[in-house]
């Protein structure tokens, strides 16, 4: 069974600073994706960002990117110019690439940005 | 606009007590789902399906049963809550080799209180 792990439950920083949250999984499978999860106070489950197993190069959407290591089965999100929105808690996810199309969740972290 | 429906919001019940939470999606999406979160605990499947007719367990059914007769509605039925069932209930979907694309659209959550 698949695992997800975040080891921070809550992170502040200020605003305009670069935040990273860590995520550690453990699967024995060799084809799979990863997402991080944004869930703003009103509970919506925003999707943040992607990266598929196969693909070498770390995703990024704006001020938003990760850094996959496969082999260390680490996925962590790095927040630039952080903002008062992006106040929230981040999920990682899992899901394996064949079969039910199941999200397998991490505990996940409360980040706070402060003015 | 494409979205996924749960209702109520927020429910206060008592132990015992049947109840129902209702989730539709307008998006001809085949696959359905039914989390719930938890502190500490992010969040964990309960039931999923996979197209009309079919369902199957999550990792934690106990206590819950699902029904699909249609493919746009995919009720979460408690027939006997206890306080344990306590929790933020989300419902998911995701179009049938997709999901791994655009991760899932979620419904803005059940807050359900069992006491």
């Known amino acids: 069974a698949q695992t997800v792990t975040q080891s921070q439950p809550e992170m502040s920083v200020q605003e305009a600073e670069t935040v990273t949250l860590s995520c550690t999984y453990d699967t024995s499978e060799n084809n799979y994706y990863l997402f991080w999860y944004k869930q703003p106070p009103s509970r919506q489950m925003i999707l943040v960002i992607r990266?598929?197993?196969?693909?070498?190069q770390n995703a990024t959407e704006n001020r938003f990117s990760v850094n996959f290591q496969k082999a260390a089965k680490s996925f962590s999100l790095k927040i630039s110019d952080s903002q008062l929105g992006d106040t929230a808690m981040y999920f990682c996810?899992?899901?394996?690439?064949?079969?039910?199309?199941?999200?397998?969740f991490g505990q996940g972290t409360r980040l706070t940005i402060n003015p | 606009e494409a979205q996924v429906t749960q209702n109520p919001r927020y429910l206060i019940t008592v132990t015992g007590k049947k109840l129902t939470v209702t989730c539709s999606q307008n998006?001809?999406?085949?696959?359905m789902s039914w989390y719930r979160q938890d502190p500490g605990l992010g969040l964990r499947q309960i039931y999923y399906s996979m197209n009309v007719e079919v369902t199957d367990k999550g990792d934690v059914p106990e206590g819950y049963k699902v029904s699909r007769k249609e493919k746009r509605n995919f009720p979460l039925i408690l027939e006997s809550p206890s306080p344990n069932q306590t929790s933020l209930y989300f419902c998911a979907s995701s179009l049938s080799g997709t999901g791994e694309l655009y991760g899932y659209t979620f419904g803005s959550g059940t807050r359900l209180t069992v006491v």
């Open positions: 996810a899992f899901m394996k690439q064949q079969g039910a199309q199941k999200l397998v």
């Open positions: 990266q598929e197993a196969y693909k070498q």
């Open positions: 998006m001809n999406h085949e696959y």
